[in-house]
C-alpha cells in the first residue's frame, strides 16, 4: 500500500444485528476531527436516549494515529475494542462507528458480547462505500509570464496535479499533489529558470 493513499468513507451507512434478542444497531460515519466524532455521539445519545450502551470508536488522520474506543458499560474491552478492530481490519480512517444496543434479555457473555459488537460494525461498514483517497501536498510557485509554457508543460506530466491560477503582473499557481510525486514535481519546476517555489 502507497503511503499517501488511504481509506475512507463519502456518507453515512447503518447495519443491523440480532443475537438472543439483543438488538445491535450500527452506524459509520465520515468524520474530519474528535470534535465532529464527540458531536455524533452526543446526538446518537439523545436519539437513543432509551437504549442500554451506545458503545464506539473512532479512526482519524491520514496516517492513523488518533483513535479512541469505549464500551458503555459492557464489560471491558468487549465493545469497543472489537468495533475499532473492525476499523482496523478495512484500513479506513476518518470513520466514526457506533453501535446501539437494546438488551434482549439474555446475557451474552463476554465471548457473544464481542462476536456481536464485531458483526454490527462490520455489517455498517459493508454497507459503507469505501474510498481512496490521496494524501496530498501543497506548493505554491511564483513566475513571469514568458515561462508559463515551461510551467504547463511540466504540469501535464503529472495527471493528478490540480491547480488554481491568479494572473495578476506575474503568475502565481496553487498546486495540488499527492505526497508521492511532490518531491519530483517540485525538482522539476525549479529547474525552470525564473521559477519560485514558496
Not at 479512541?68 to 471491558?76: A, C, I, L, M, T
Not at 478495512?90 to 462476536?115: H, K, P, Q, W
Not at 514535481?185 to 529558470?193: C, D, N, Q, R, V
Request: charged share 25%; with cysteine; proline share 2%.
Amino acid at each position: 500500500m502507497d503511503n499517501d493513499i488511504y481509506k475512507t468513507i463519502i456518507k453515512p451507512a447503518e447495519g443491523y444485528i440480532t443475537e438472543k434478542k439483543s438488538k445491535f444497531l450500527s452506524f459509520i460515519f465520515p468524520v474530519n476531527n474528535v470534535e465532529e466524532a464527540m458531536g455524533i455521539l452526543d446526538e446518537y445519545r439523545k436519539k437513543y436516549y432509551n437504549a442500554r450502551h451506545i458503545c464506539w470508536a473512532y479512526m482519524i488522520g491520514q496516517q492513523r494515529e488518533e483513535f479512541r474506543f469505549n464500551d458503555d458499560g459492557e464489560p471491558s474491552g468487549t465493545a469497543g475494542k472489537p468495533i475499532l478492530g473492525q476499523i482496523n481490519s478495512s484500513e479506513l480512517t476518518d470513520v466514526l462507528i457506533l453501535v446501539i444496543r437494546y438488551f434482549g434479555g439474555t446475557l451474552l457473555g463476554t465471548g457473544g458480547l464481542i462476536r456481536a459488537y464485531k458483526d454490527a460494525a462490520a455489517d455498517a461498514i459493508a454497507n459503507a462505500e469505501i474510498v481512496e483517497k490521496t494524501v496530498d501536498d501543497d506548493i505554491t510557485i511564483h513566475f513571469e509570464y514568458t515561462i508559463l509554457n515551461d510551467v504547463m508543460r511540466v504540469l501535464k506530466q503529472f495527471e493528478s496535479a490540480q491547480w488554481t491560477q491568479e494572473f495578476t503582473e506575474s503568475c502565481i499557481m496553487k498546486l495540488k499533489i499527492r505526497r508521492s510525486l511532490s518531491n519530483q514535481l517540485k525538482e522539476m519546476l525549479s529547474s525552470i529558470y525564473g521559477v519560485e517555489i514558496k
